[in-house]
């Protein structure tokens, strides 16, 4: 079955340092999502991604975040200087585009600043 | 802007016992979805639901949708402890989804 890959599952790093989420998603899938958890809490929406371009974005994807598909099959998510309040479950979600279609979610990357 | 409501927030429930958990969202969409989550993990698709009347069923969970009411409603039957986790509703307009704030459920022998 095909799946959305994230790496890496756990990520530690120094407050004030940059960092690069990495996502693979499933190969004829349109449109990429990255959605934030802060432990326990909702599930909140960074931006979406579509044609090589963000789609949407929420109030939280500030000058400090961007996102790219580099080659085509990644899709990275970059925190430029990271806080204490960006520790949280990065996940990853891709979808077809078209009706009656679900959206795949990868297993997350916990980030935690330090 | 699109708005996802769930209720209720958290959930205990006896073995056996039915309950119905409430997605109320703020604009016409395109899909709505049901999923679960465990602690730690990732979220599971359960349902995708298209248009109005729309009522999926896969064991005890039953979701329906009134695109009208702009809500959604998730039917737990016979609650088994294996159907404790958190269930979250999500609403897609034009490919932008936005999450419920999660109903914790939590079932009990």
């Known amino acids: 079955e095909p799946e959305v890959t994230q790496t890496p599952s756990h990520q530690v790093t120094q407050m004030g340092q940059e960092v690069i989420l990495r996502c693979v998603p499933i190969?004829?899938?349109?449109?990429f999502y990255w959605y934030r958890q802060i432990l326990g809490q909702k599930v909140e929406f960074l931006v979406s991604?579509?044609?090589?371009?963000?789609?949407?974005k929420s109030e939280i994807f500030d000058d400090q975040f961007s996102v790219e598909r580099p080659d085509g099959s990644n899709f990275t998510l970059k925190i430029r200087s990271t806080k204490l309040e960006d520790s949280a479950m990065y996940f990853c979600?891709?979808?077809?585009?078209?009706?009656?279609?679900?959206?795949?979610f990868g297993q997350g990357t916990r980030l935690t600043v330090v | 802007e699109l708005k996802v409501e769930q209720n209720p927030l958290f959930l205990s429930m006896q073995e056996g016992k039915n309950y119905t958990i409430y997605c109320n969202y703020s604009t016409t969409s395109d899909r709505l979805y049901w999923y679960r989550q465990d602690p730690g993990k990732s979220l599971e698709s359960l349902f995708v639901?298209?248009?109005?009347?729309a009522v999926k069923q896969e064991g005890r969970l039953m979701a329906s949708l009134d695109t009208k009411a702009r809500l959604s409603t998730l039917h737990i039957t016979a609650a088994v402890h294996d159907l404790s986790a958190t269930y979250f509703c999500a609403v897609d307009r034009d490919n932008d989804m936005r999450f419920g704030a999660g109903t914790r459920l939590t079932v009990k022998p």
């Open positions: 979600a891709s979808i077809v585009g078209t009706m009656n279609t679900e959206a795949f």
């Open positions: 991604f579509y044609n090589n371009e963000i789609s949407e």
């Open positions: 190969s004829n899938h349109l449109y």
């Open positions: 639901l298209l248009s109005n009347g």
